[in-house]
């Protein structure tokens, strides 16, 4: 049973941060599903005509980002291109994220070919500076990674003497767990639903 203690903390252990997260991740999932761009806005555009509320807040994010004064769709990233980050052992670093996790390294060389994501929901949230969801408050970034089969990738990270949390289910949105790497930077791991 979910309760308040006296302060407003969630004594179930799930803070308001991950409930914002996940909730995000879900709307970003469900996104997947919604029809094309173009249709979407049309729909909310309609909507917005009628006095009712967009159908989903997909719809309701694609419409917000229709720039009204010039009658144009606004130009949007098309996804992250790289990851950069500080590393006291960078080499090292790389080699772990290749060994353990699949992550191919930028190529130093003529022919070499770079990491390629799958497509599908990813969740950009920036958290207060006093956030605990990180866990090391001096860690400032924390990556998210989906996975197909969390407890084949949990047992393989186990296996390699890696420390790895029990994972936990969210109903609607998938599991999670988490892992660190060498330097302590937090991973968090999750299999959608």
């Known amino acids: 049973?979910?309760?308040?203690?006296?302060?407003?903390?969630?004594?179930?252990?799930?803070?308001?941060?991950?409930?914002?997260?996940?909730q995000t991740l879900s709307y970003a999932f469900a996104a997947s599903f919604i029809p094309p761009r173009k249709s979407s806005i049309a729909a909310a555009q309609n909507a917005a005509q009628s006095g009712e509320q967009p159908a989903s807040p997909a719809s309701h994010v694609k419409a917000a980002a229709k720039?009204?004064?010039?009658?144009?769709?606004?130009e949007k990233v098309a996804g992250i291109g790289?990851?950069?980050?500080?590393?006291?052992?960078p080499k090292a670093l790389g080699n772990w994220y290749q060994q353990h996790l699949g992550i191919?390294?930028?190529?130093?060389?003529?022919?070499?070919?770079?990491?390629?994501?799958?497509?599908?929901?990813?969740?950009?949230?920036?958290?207060?500076?006093?956030?605990?969801y990180?866990?090391?408050?001096?860690?400032?970034?924390?990556?998210?990674?989906?996975?197909?089969?969390?407890?084949?990738?949990?047992?393989?990270?186990r296996n390699a003497g890696i420390e790895v949390k029990d994972p936990e289910s969210y109903p609607g949105i998938g599991r999670f767990t988490r892992v660190h790497d060498p330097e302590?930077?937090?991973?968090?791991?999750?299999?959608?639903?």
């Open 184 to 193: 302590g930077n937090p991973i968090e791991l999750w299999q959608p639903e």
């Open 1 to 22: 049973m979910h309760t308040r203690s006296e302060n407003g903390s969630d004594e179930d252990g799930m803070s308001l941060h991950r409930r914002r997260v996940l």
């Open 134 to 157: 990180f866990g090391d408050p001096n860690k400032a970034w924390m990556v998210n990674f989906r996975v197909h089969d969390l407890d084949k990738m949990i047992a393989q990270l």
């Open 67 to 74: 720039n009204e004064s010039k009658g144009t769709d606004m």
């Open 104 to 132: 191919a390294l930028t190529p130093t060389s003529e022919g070499g070919t770079v990491w390629q994501q799958e497509a599908g929901p990813t969740s950009f949230t920036p958290f207060p500076e006093t956030t605990k």
């Open 82 to 89: 790289g990851l950069f980050f500080r590393a006291h052992d």
